[in-house]
């Protein structure tokens, strides 16, 4: 079996309107699970960017240590990238767009590489107000390490082994509003008439976007007591041998009209329940949007959508006055102007 895409591509295909073709806006095949949301997130970014005609090679992409930070491998491959460590992402992407601010940062987080590790990472971020777009596909598990509780696994869920969460959830989408995010959204990896034009909308606001996407794993997020779940299905098997095996499954799509509610059932048999904002709903109203979100969830609902945006966002270059060409364009006149400008400087200071 072959991971590389073939390079021929129909000479006919649709192109935006920089003449790029959605394929363009491609990577390498992907080798997550079958039916891994993570995956359709990809694609919608794929087509957001595909839409707004962007060109590759002013995007730069960036992500940490998880599942989900493996996927800009699988997206925008003539786009600059950069994996940091677990968890040390913003931190990086807050420097490059120091350096850089002509560049579109995309950075592409998990529950794990944002709520636990990189929690301080992820906070200052959104309290400087940096131009990026940060996604952050959420599972609720630790897919990498064989599926255990993750910060924003909701209380009393069970993890693979069957180990109860018995802490309260980190609400991600709350934490920034909080914190005094500029735009904060949330969605579902299978609703892509919600998520593309998310993504599109964060990608066009100045300042810190935030896209909290709920995201299933098809592997881990499984109860031990469903028939559907591998313990169940190992502890019936006959076996010659011991194998590990991950049988593909179809993705979850869900599509419903907005101000509605819809129960979707995942994989495992287990219910989560979405709810979409009414279109007359004030999405510039952080007090507003801080209460229904707490009472989405004592109804246990999963509120998706644009839940805040402010439109009088200042993003970091603005707050620090910074020079607004990028850094390695400076040449030395710009960098030493001379003795005259050095004494004006020391002279503003006596």
């Known amino acids: 079996m072959t991971y590389i895409k073939p390079r021929f591509r ?36 794929v087509q957001a960017c595909y839409e707004l005609s962007i060109e590759p090679h002013k995007l730069a992409k960036l992500s940490g240590i998880g599942c989900s930070s493996k996927t800009p491998t699988y997206f925008l491959s003539n786009s600059h990238g950069f994996n940091a460590v677990h968890g040390r992402m913003p931190s990086i992407a807050t420097g490059a767009n120091m350096a850089n601010r002509d560049l579109i940062y995309l950075g592409v987080s998990g529950d794990g590489d944002s709520a636990s590790i990189g929690m301080g990472q992820f906070v200052h971020a959104i309290r400087r107000n940096v131009n990026m777009v940060y996604i952050v596909m959420n599972n609720g598990c630790y897919g990498l390490t064989k599926g255990q509780n993750s910060a924003t696994a909701d209380i009393g ?110 994989h495992d048999g287990s219910i989560i329940h979405l709810h979409k904002l009414a279109p007359n709903w004030n999405p510039t109203d952080r007090y507003s949007a801080v209460n229904r979100l707490l009472e989405a969830k004592m109804k246990g609902e999963v509120l998706t959508g644009l839940l805040y945006i402010d439109p009088n966002s200042q993003d970091m270059h603005e707050l620090e006055n910074t020079i607004d060409q990028p850094l390695n364009t400076l040449r030395e006149k710009e960098l030493c102007p001379g003795s005259e400008a050095l004494e004006k400087i020391n002279a503003s200071f006596r």
């Open 157 to 266: 869920s069970l993890s693979k082994g069957g180990a109860v969460n018995h802490y309260p959830a980190i609400d991600l989408v709350g934490l920034a509003l909080e914190l005094g995010a500029t735009f904060v959204g949330r969605s579902f990896s299978g609703d892509k008439t919600q998520l593309v034009p998310l993504i599109k909308a964060a990608m066009s606001h100045p300042g810190f976007a935030l896209l909290d996407v709920v995201s299933p794993c098809v592997t881990f997020n499984n109860k031990p007591e469903s028939t559907k779940s591998y313990d169940y299905v190992r502890a019936h098997l006959e076996a010659t041998a011991t194998i590990d095996f991950v049988p593909e499954k179809e993705e979850i799509t869900v599509n419903y009209p907005k101000g509605k509610s819809a129960h979707v059932e995942l």
């Open 10 to 45: 129909h000479p006919e295909l649709p192109k935006n309107k920089i003449g790029f073709a959605k394929a363009d806006y491609e990577g390498a095949i992907s080798t997550l699970c079958g039916g891994c949301g993570h995956d359709s997130i990809s694609a919608a970014i």
